[in-house]
């Protein structure tokens, strides 16, 4: 089988999110699942409270969970993180489907932001780091509507902060979409591919 990798090494996702799991094995690079274990709502109310602003606090969380994972791994380690904000208030991951629900009604009609980073560690040190930013138009939603949705998705209701997923139902939801569809999945992909490849990114049998 072939794959893409630097000299042979896995890439270390620390994440572990299904989604960004996926798109690094669709493009068939040679990595790992090494979970990075903070208190990212413990941060995220520290550094907003320290005038953080979102840009600068998403980039800090993707690369407290690189330099977290790196203690553990040589090599190249990843780390991504992604907020949403709307109306300059940021929404976390509903906990409960009727918070989910809350989200939906907030977001409905509306325009919101996806600020998404991705921080890379090399031998524990920072090496680069990319920030995009997408803009979602949820179209307007009755309450039925909303209703239907979430008992036709609860899975993906829970799963992001604003209780969608753009790639499976949450499809229906919305008038228009701006930003790389990689982007809005959580990690964006074209900008670390060509980065790695300026490390040496090559294509080699394995197994």
């Not at 701006?178 to 300026?198: H, K, Q, V």
């Amino acid at each position: 089988m072939i794959k893409w990798s630097l000299s042979g090494q896995p890439l270390i996702l620390a994440s572990a999110s299904p989604t960004r799991a996926r798109m690094l094995d669709a493009a068939k690079l040679l990595f790992k699942i090494s979970p990075a274990d903070i208190d990212e709502e413990a941060i995220k109310d520290s550094a907003l409270q320290d005038g953080f602003s979102f840009e600068d606090l998403v980039i800090l969380l993707a690369e407290l969970k690189a330099e977290a994972v790196s203690q553990q791994h040589i090599g190249y380690v990843l780390g991504c993180d992604q907020i949403l904000v709307c109306a300059e208030k940021l929404l976390s991951k509903p906990k409960t489907l009727v918070e989910a629900r809350a989200h939906l009604l907030g977001l409905q009609g509306r325009k919101h932001v996806l600020i998404t980073a991705c921080v890379l560690f090399h031998d524990q040190k920072r090496i680069w780091h990319h920030l995009s930013t997408s803009t979602l138009l949820m179209r307007t939603l009755s309450e039925a509507e909303i209703d239907n949705y979430i008992a036709g998705f609860p899975e993906a209701c829970m799963s992001t902060p604003g209780a969608y997923q753009v790639e499976t139902g949450g499809a229906h939801l919305f008038t228009d979409i701006a930003g790389s569809n990689y982007d809005i999945l959580g990690l964006p992909m074209l900008p670390l591919l060509a980065f790695l490849r300026e490390r040496g990114l090559s294509a080699g049998k394995t197994g």
